[in-house]
């Protein structure tokens, strides 16, 4: 258990919606990031977060985004979804912002039908 | 842009058997690289870091190996158990990590 805490676990949803994916990191971890995997993409970056602000974004959509609230739990809204975005979505959280140590949630599997 | 990517998709071994598991980057300014593991359904798992000012690294079990001439690195797991299989995966940055495209480690009894 890495103590990064994703949900929903599952969510199947049509083309044209919207759905939020929430995250809460470890415990003392200020850094929060978002990572999707696909079959033919693999493992990318999305974005990061810090202590609430916005830190690095990676190739994450238009239609995308991404907050940091006070308590630092974390939350990836997706809209206009397609049927690419079919995806496991990652949340990570490390304590600082430059480690490679990143603890992964077991992921949000997203299915656009 | 940039990539870190890897040679063999799957590699089959037997228990108790050594492993090696490489990978190939093309960014001649990486300083850093990193291991994942993934089980199945669950989300990479940390398992050792190298720094480009060292050739080796050794951990429980890993070894990692950087030869920054050709570009490459190696995971190294002795002994390997059932409990490897996973897909192995490297990756290169600080925080915002560049993955491979990961290596499938079957661990046979």
């Known amino acids: 258990d890495s103590g990064v805490t994703q949900t929903p676990k599952h969510l199947i949803t049509a083309t044209g919606q919207r759905v939020t994916l929430r995250c809460s990191p470890r415990?003392?971890?200020?850094?929060v990031y978002w990572y999707q995997q696909s079959l033919d993409q693999g493992l990318q970056f999305l974005i990061q977060?810090?202590?609430?602000?916005?830190?690095a974004k990676g190739n994450i959509l238009e239609r995308f985004s991404a907050q940091q609230f006070p308590d630092l739990h974390s939350e990836l809204n997706l809209s206009s979804l397609e049927l690419g975005d079919s995806a496991l979505y990652f949340c990570?959280?490390?304590?600082?912002?430059?480690?490679?140590?990143?603890?992964f949630g077991e992921g949000s599997r997203l299915t656009v039908l | 842009g940039e990539s870190v990517g890897l040679h063999l998709p799957t590699l089959s071994v037997q228990e108790g058997d050594n492993s090696i598991i490489n990978c190939a980057y093309s960014?001649?300014?990486?300083?850093?690289f990193i291991w994942y593991k993934q089980e199945s359904g669950k989300g990479p798992q940390f398992i050792i870091d190298i720094r480009s000012n060292m050739d080796k690294r050794q951990g429980q079990r890993v070894t990692v190996l950087l030869n920054k001439t050709v570009k490459h690195l190696s995971l190294q797991i002795a002994a390997t158990q059932p409990g490897d299989s996973a897909v192995y995966f490297c990756a290169e940055g600080y925080s915002t990590l560049t993955f491979g495209k990961g290596t499938m480690l079957l661990v046979s009894p």
């Open positions: 960014n001649s300014a990486s300083d850093y």
């Open positions: 415990s003392g971890d200020l850094s």
């Open positions: 990570a959280s490390s304590v600082g912002v430059y480690t490679g140590e990143l603890f």
């Open positions: 977060y810090y202590n609430g602000e916005e830190r």
